[in-house]
């Protein structure tokens, strides 16, 4: 099926490694042409080379969007290089573990600083484009935000209030014909994830406690999984009446009884 993307300018936040990168690489497959937001410009680069060498056309911001001018700047380079915005991808996040034991006040407004406030902005700064190319914003959350996960309460408020965030454009824009929609997922091999693995003393044992009791396949969810729902939930030729719709891909993690597997 044609996305019909081509030539669609989407800009994807943390798109340097991980869950980005497999949207990027999913968005110029397409057609399109992926603008890459990270402060890992290293990976950034890597990635901008391998797309390019694949006949896509793509291009890289490197900017900490924890600064509101980074947000701004990160969306005025892209409209000015591009002419043109057709949809937001909110996706850089870190699941940092600023709890309620291991934690102090400073450092929860950091975690909403790494995890909250740049999705507002980015859409924020990117609304007025939006608005004239009728466009698509996706915000990638957590199903920590529905299941928690114990001490990471940053983390777990920014991700549910980026679901309430979800709901609430899709009504607020509903005026410009722009959808509004959430990707979750629940457990994915990236960079992000083998960190956190390789944060407990036994990683492999870990790692297999936790595939065994995804429902389906006990497997982890891949990147590109996460990527074919993305472009699909960007297009409006495939998705044009999907809106405010929390969408899980985790192999029935959140909503299956785990006992089944
Ligand atoms: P990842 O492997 O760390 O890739 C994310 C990229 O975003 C990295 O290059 C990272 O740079 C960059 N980034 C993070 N914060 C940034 C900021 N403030 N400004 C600019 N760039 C920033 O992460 P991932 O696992 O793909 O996760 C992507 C999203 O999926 C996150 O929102 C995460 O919460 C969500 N998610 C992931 C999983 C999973 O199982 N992996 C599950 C649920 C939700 P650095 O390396 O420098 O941080």
């Avoid at 056309?57 to 509101?68: H, I, K, N, P, Q």
């Avoid at 608005?131 to 408020?157: C, F």
Wanted: with cysteine.
């Amino acid at each position: 099926m044609d996305l019909e993307l081509r030539d669609k300018v989407v800009l994807i936040t943390g798109g340097a490694k991980g869950i980005g990168a497999a949207i990027a690489r999913a968005v110029g497959q397409e057609g399109g042409m992926p603008v890459i937001v990270d402060r890992d410009a290293e990976a950034g680069e890597k990635l901008v080379a391998e797309l390019r060498g694949g006949g896509s056309r793509c291009s890289l911001v490197r900017a900490d969007l924890t600064s509101v001018d980074s947000c701004a700047n990160a969306v005025e380079c892209t409209a000015k290089e591009c002419g043109r915005l057709d949809a937001l991808v909110n996706n850089a996040g870190v699941n940092d573990r600023v709890g309620l034991e291991r934690g102090t006040p400073e450092e929860y407004v950091g975690s909403l600083q790494q995890n909250l406030l740049h999705y507002y902005n980015m859409a924020h700064y990117a609304l007025p484009h939006l608005e004239r190319s009728r466009g698509a914003v996706l915000n990638i959350a957590s199903k920590v935000a529905v299941t928690g996960q114990g001490g990471t309460s940053g983390y777990a408020s920014a991700k549910g209030a980026i679901l309430a965030l979800t709901r609430e454009w899709a009504v607020e824009l509903l005026p410009y014909g722009i959808r509004v929609n959430a990707v979750v997922p629940a457990e994915v091999m990236t960079p992000l994830y083998q960190q956190w693995l390789e944060s407990f003393s036994n990683p492999t044992e870990k790692l297999t406690a936790i595939v065994s009791r995804i429902p389906l396949g006990n497997r982890m969810t891949t990147s590109d999984e996460i990527a074919a729902l993305s472009v699909f939930l960007l297009s409006s030729k495939a998705a044009g009446h999907i809106t405010g719709q929390h969408l899980f891909v985790d192999g029935g993690y959140v909503h299956l009884d785990r006992a089944l597997s």
